[in-house]
């Protein structure tokens, strides 16, 4: 390849990496070098986050679910990669706003503590649980908590 | 004046190096990638396909990405593990390698990695090889170009050793990018690394942290603060220790600890840890690695597993 059109690319590429590395609200620890991505990763930050509903539960209404991130994050403790990336999908906007993450965290290593055991075989089915779930819209989130906490303390 | 400028840049960038250190970069970043994919197989259909977890919760709608039948999702990551294994051993280098960008991209856009930055220096990593004579040397490519009866063309063998070099050093820019963005990011939150409260809180949440070591460490209110302040100034010096020749060495056993520090105590998947270790292949001398390569290649020799002269 002719050097000229290499190096005008390697120029290009250095002033874009650097751009979208420091690009404020991009997520500074982030690179970005695909556009679409590029693109994606802001309308994650910008609409997703605020949109976030699941089965008619806002962003804000999250906050009730931390027992199932509880669980979640324990069976996402490298068993079920689907169920890691449901997890992070759920609450990584979460994580993206103070307020939450702090009640989060704190909540969180608590109840951990206090909780988790060491039997992970008693989660075993939870992760067919919650496809299912999502499968069924008209389920709430309450019956779904029921049905983990219940299986839970079997 | 203007020509000395261009003759330097042309120096830097275009002068032909050993691709020893390419090679192993290319073997490690496609491996990563196949042990990746090989690892969401079981759970393609609930991954990467129209009944997956996002498509059902609306995620994916947001981003506009086509999705597939379970069926097709299985056999979009199977070709993924295809062409990963192709591109490790080297077989049609840069044909596999094209086919591997584009199936990781879509797949890393449907699963949402394009928010994990390991994965994003991964498939960066990837798509700068397409330009590379990664396959050039140590590959399938290689042997079967032997095979065709250029064995005993030693002046020929021996230019297929070395290759265009911009490559490799666009990939270490990258990573100088990388560290300084993340030295960047932490910098603004100074204070909670230079007393060790975020490494701390870290280590000890139930989903990032929790590993015996770092559970450990926590104790130790110093240890924190020790670790947390080096970790801030490490990541600024490093994004230059990569580019000076000088510390090339100091760069690549400091960041082969630090890494492997994440990878004991902080509950990420490997993906991050393994990409980083392989990326810093790239930091040491293309000379230096070729010298340990050949080394090693004899020392297989003499105890008859190696390629033979």
Redesign the interface.
């Known amino acids: ?1 002719n ?1 000229a059109i ?2 005008f690319f ?1 120029i290009g ?2 002033l874009f ?2 751009q979208v ?2 690009f404020p609200g991009m ?8 556009p ?2 590029t693109w ?2 802001f ?2 930050n910008v ?2 986050a605020k ?1 976030i ?2 089965n008619g539960y806002t962003l804000e209404d999250q906050v009730v679910k931390v027992d199932l991130e ?1 669980l979640l ?2 069976i ?3 068993h ?3 169920l ?7 609450f ?1 906007p979460l994580g993206e706003q103070n307020a939450f993450k702090n009640r989060f ?1 704190e909540y ?2 608590r109840s ?1 503590n206090k909780k ?1 055991s060491s039997d992970k075989e008693k989660l075993k089915g939870l992760d067919l649980i919650l ?1 299912s779930w ?2 069924e819209p008209s389920n709430s989130f309450e019956d779904l908590k029921e049905e983990l906490c219940h299986r839970w303390s079997d | 004046m203007f020509s000395k400028w261009i003759k330097s ?2 120096q830097y ?2 002068v032909a190096k050993p691709l020893h250190g390419l090679v192993l970069f290319r073997i490690g970043v496609a491996l990563i990638l196949f042990a990746y994919y090989l ?2 197989l079981p ?1 393609a259909e ?2 990467f396909s129209v009944e ?3 498509h ?4 994916i709608e ?2 506009s990405i086509p999705l597939f039948s379970p069926a097709v999702a299985m056999f979009l990551v199977l070709f993924c593990l295809v062409t990963s294994l192709l591109f490790a051993l080297g077989l049609w280098t840069r044909l596999s390698n094209i086919f591997l960008v584009v199936l990781v ?1 879509y797949l ?2 449907v ?2 990695m ?4 390991g994965f ?2 991964l ?2 990593s990837s ?1 700068l090889l397409i ?1 590379s004579d990664c396959g050039k040397y140590g590959s399938l490519d290689y042997w079967l170009w032997l095979k065709k009866g250029n064995k005993k063309k030693k002046k020929e063998i021996e230019k297929r050793k070395v290759g265009s070099y ?1 490559v490799q050093r ?1 990939i270490v ?2 990573l100088a ?2 560290y ?3 030295a ?3 910098s ?1 939150y100074a204070y909670g690394w230079y007393n060790g409260k975020f490494l701390r ?1 870290t280590l ?4 990032w942290g ?1 590993l015996p070591l770092g559970v450990w460490m926590s104790q130790y209110h110093w240890v924190m603060a020790f670790a947390g302040t080096s970790v801030l100034l490490w990541e600024f010096f490093m994004s230059l220790f990569v580019l000076l020749p000088k510390f090339r060495n100091f760069a690549f056993i400091s960041g082969v600890f630090f890494h492997a520090f994440i990878l004991f105590t902080f ?1 990420l ?1 490997s993906l991050f840890s393994f990409t980083m270790f392989v990326h810093l292949i790239l930091v040491l001398s293309p000379y230096d690695v070729a010298r340990y390569c050949e080394s090693f290649n004899s020392f297989l020799r003499k105890n008859g597993i190696g390629v033979k002269k």
């Open positions: 390849m050097r290499i190096s390697i590429y250095i990496t650097l590395s420091f997520g500074l620890k982030r690179i970005y070098f695909w679409w991505t994606h990763m309308q994650w609409s997703t949109k509903s699941v509880l994050g324990y996402g403790g490298g079920n990669p689907a890691v990336i449901y997890y992070k999908k759920l990584t965290s969180l290593v951990y988790v496809w999502t499968k | 840049w042309n960038w275009f690892k969401r759970y609930m991954i997956s977890f996002d059902r919760l609306g995620f947001s981003l991209a890393g856009c699963e949402g394009y928010t994990i930055g994003n220096l498939l960066i798509f330009f911009w666009l820019v990258q990018i990388v300084l963005a993340c960047f990011y932490k603004q809180e000890l949440d139930p989903y929790q509950n998947t």
